[in-house]
């Protein structure tokens, strides 16, 4: 066991890296701190790396875009209420939310739609992370239910 210089907290030597004297979950705050300062006071320069980088791919972009307006196409039925869709969007901007389809729109197995039932609101964080994942691909816990002659039943919607 050692102590902690900044937390004080004793900790086993495996919550320690090798030879420092403040344990991970100290450091890595004090890494996240650094990086979100270093992040604000620079924050013109990546706003400019990004737009340099957007106007070198531009072609890249608009595809990735055009791609993204056709999938939104192909994934909404006539019948959608398009009022109700911008009302889950507007609703996601009052709370500084982002719209997420909970079965992707894009996956190797499924095509969820664009339609009220599949949004919800959720932080850009978790979404970032979420990505196309299928929900049965992160809780294995669904997996377990599934019968290993079929699959496909993992994909409860
Ligand atoms: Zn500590």
């Known amino acids: ?10 900790k086993p030597a495996c919550d320690f890296y090798t030879g ?6 100290c450091k890595k705050k004090q890494v996240g701190i650094r990086g979100r300062v270093y992040y604000q006071e620079n924050k013109d320069r990546y706003k400019m790396v990004r737009h340099q980088h957007y106007k ?3 072609a890249y972009y608009n595809a990735k875009c055009a ?6 196409l192909r994934a909404k039925p006539p019948w959608v209420d398009d009022k109700e869709i911008e009302y889950i ?13 909970i079965v992707p729109l894009q996956h190797e197995r499924v095509c969820g739609l664009h339609v009220p039932a599949n949004l919800r609101c959720i932080p850009q ?15 294995p816990i669904y997996k377990k239910r599934t019968r290993a002659d079929e699959p496909e039943k993992e994909i409860t919607l």
């Open 56 to 58: 070198k791919n531009m």
């Open 20 to 25: 420092r004297p403040d344990c991970k979950e």
């Open 125 to 139: 964080k978790i979404n970032a992370w979420k990505s196309n994942k299928l929900l049965s691909d992160e809780l």
């Open 1 to 10: 066991m050692k102590a902690c210089t900044k937390c004080g907290v004793q």
């Open 89 to 101: 969007y507007s609703i996601a901007k009052e709370r500084g939310l982002v719209v997420d389809h």
């Open 67 to 72: 791609k993204r307006r056709a999938v939104l």
